[in-house]
C-alpha cells in the first residue's frame, strides 16, 4: 500500500543555511490494512517521514508510492485529490476553534465542495464512530483533550481515507485517555481495513496499537519487524533502550529507588531480570528456580503484558546468594531459552518486606 525507497530529506541549504539530513535513505514497505508503528527519539526524522507520505513535506532524494502511484509525479489538481485518501490525525488536534465539533469534522467535504445534505449524511456516522454525537454542536475550547483528539480522528475519517497518518496522537494526553483513543483507532483499523502508519516515541504505543514497527534513529531505519518479535528480542542499542524506558518506567518507584549500578557493595544482592514468553510460562520458571535448580530468590517484581495476545512477561528477582546465585539463576533460565540479566545490586535490607 505505501513503499518508500531510498527516501532523503536534507533541509535548508538556500543561500548558504545550515543544511540538516533529516533522512538518510528510508526503505519500507506497509500493508494494506495493518497498522505500521514507527518509533525513534526526538529529533530522529519521524515527523520528517510521515509527512512525505502525504507530501507535505517534497524529498530531497528517492520515491513514495501509494496504493501504486509515484505521488512526485502528481499535478496539483491529482495532489489535491491524492489528499483526501489520506487522513492525518496531529499530536496537538489542529482544530479551527471558531468552528463546532461538527464544523470541524464537516471541513474536508466543504472543501472538497460536497453538497450540504450529503455533509450531513456522512458527519453523522463519523460523531457515532468516535462517541461524540451528545458534543456536535460544542465548541473546542468545551472539550477535553481526548475529545478533541476524537474530534481530530472523526474529521481525518470523514472523507473516507484509504490511509490515516498519526503523528504522536496520545502524547499530549493522560495514560487513561491514551488508552481510549488507541482503543478507538484500533476499532476503526478492524472496521474499516484501514491502513495506518503511527509515529511514537512511547514503546507502549507500538506494543498497545501496533503490527508492525519500525525504529527510526538519526534518519535510517535500524531495526524492523513484528512487534511482538521487536519487543521480546530487540537487536539494536536504541529500540533496547526504548524498551528499557518502557520496563523501567512500570517498575514500582520505591524499587527504582534501591536498585543501582554495580558493582555491588559487600552484603548486597544482585538483581536479575527474567524475560519470558508464551503461555504458562510465569508460574513453571518461579518455581522451577526453587525446587528444580535450588536456587534462593526473592521476588522484587513481575508483571505479564499481552502483545498480539501473546503473554510476555518480566520478573525482577534478588539473588540471595550473591553474585554466583544470579549467575546459577540465568544459566539455569537461558537453559529454558529465556532471557536474563543482572541489571543492579541491591542492599538486603533496604528490600520492603513481602
Ligand atoms: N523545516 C525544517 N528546517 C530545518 N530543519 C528541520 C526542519 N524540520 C525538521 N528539521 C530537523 O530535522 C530533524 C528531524 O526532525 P523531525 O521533526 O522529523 O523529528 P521527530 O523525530 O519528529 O522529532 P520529535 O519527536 O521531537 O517530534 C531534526 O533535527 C529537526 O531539527
Ligand atoms: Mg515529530
Redesign the pocket.
Known amino acids: 500500500m505505501i513503499r518508500l525507497e531510498g527516501l532523503e530529506k536534507i533541509?535548508?541549504g538556500g543561500r548558504g543555511g545550515v543544511t540538516?539530513h533529516?533522512l538518510k535513505g528510508i526503505d519500507l514497505s506497509i500493508d494494506k490494512g495493518e497498522i505500521f508503528g514507527i518509533i525513534?527519539?526526538?529529533?530522529?526524522?519521524?515527523?520528517?517521514?510521515i509527512r512525505t507520505i502525504n507530501r507535505l513535506e517534497d524529498v530531497t532524494g528517492g520515491r513514495v508510492f501509494v496504493d501504486g502511484v509515484d505521488i512526485a509525479t502528481l499535478s496539483n489538481a491529482e495532489l489535491t485529490i491524492f489528499r483526501r485518501s489520506v487522513g492525518m490525525v496531529f499530536q496537538h488536534f489542529n482544530l479551527l476553534s471558531s468552528r463546532t465539533v461538527y464544523g470541524n469534522v464537516a471541513l474536508p467535504l466543504e472543501l472538497a465542495k460536497v453538497p450540504k445534505d450529503e455533509i450531513a449524511k456522512r458527519v453523522q456516522p463519523m460523531l457515532e464512530l468516535v462517541g461524540l454525537t451528545d458534543k456536535s454542536d460544542r465548541y473546542p475550547s468545551e472539550l477535553s483533550g481526548g475529545q478533541k483528539q476524537r474530534v481530530g480522528i472523526a474529521r481525518a475519517l470523514v472523507a473516507e481515507p484509504k490511509v490515516l497518518l498519526c503523528d504522536?496522537v496520545t502524547s499530549a494526553l493522560d495514560p487513561e485517555t491514551t488508552q481510549q483513543i488507541l482503543d478507538l483507532l484500533r476499532d476503526i483499523n478492524r472496521r474499516m481495513s484501514l491502513t495506518m502508519v503511527v509515529?511514537t516515541?512511547e514503546m507502549s504505543v507500538v506494543r498497545d496499537l501496533c503490527d508492525r514497527v519500525a525504529v527510526?534513529d538519526d534518519g535510517l531505519i535500524v531495526e524492523s519487524g513484528n512487534v511482538f518479535d521487536v519487543f521480546v528480542k530487540p537487536a539494536h542499542p536504541t529500540t533496547q533502550a526504548l524498551i528499557a524506558n518502557e520496563i523501567e518506567a512500570s517498575l514500582p518507584k520505591s524499587l527504582r529507588r534501591i536498585i543501582h549500578d554495580g558493582p555491588g557493595g559487600p552484603g548486597e544482592n544482585p538483581v536479575v531480570k527474567i524475560v519470558f514468553t508464551g503461555p504458562n510460562a510465569y508460574d513453571p520458571i518461579i518455581s522451577q528456580l526453587s525446587r528444580t535448580a535450588g536456587i534462593d530468590f526473592n521476588i522484587l517484581a513481575g508483571q505479564v503484558d499481552y502483545i498480539q495476545n501473546r503473554p510476555f512477561g518480566i520478573l525482577f528477582v534478588e539473588a540471595k546468594g550473591g553474585i554466583d546465585e544470579a549467575e546459577k539463576a540465568i544459566a539455569f533460565v537461558q537453559s529454558r531459552n529465556l532471557k536474563a540479566e543482572v541489571i543492579g545490586y541491591v542492599d538486603p535490607d533496604s528490600v520492603p518486606a513481602g
Request: glycine content about 22%; hydrophobic content about 30%.
Open positions: 533541509y535548508g540538516h533529516a525513534g527519539r526526538s529529533g530522529a526524522g519521524k515527523s520528517t517521514l504522536e509515529i516515541h527510526i
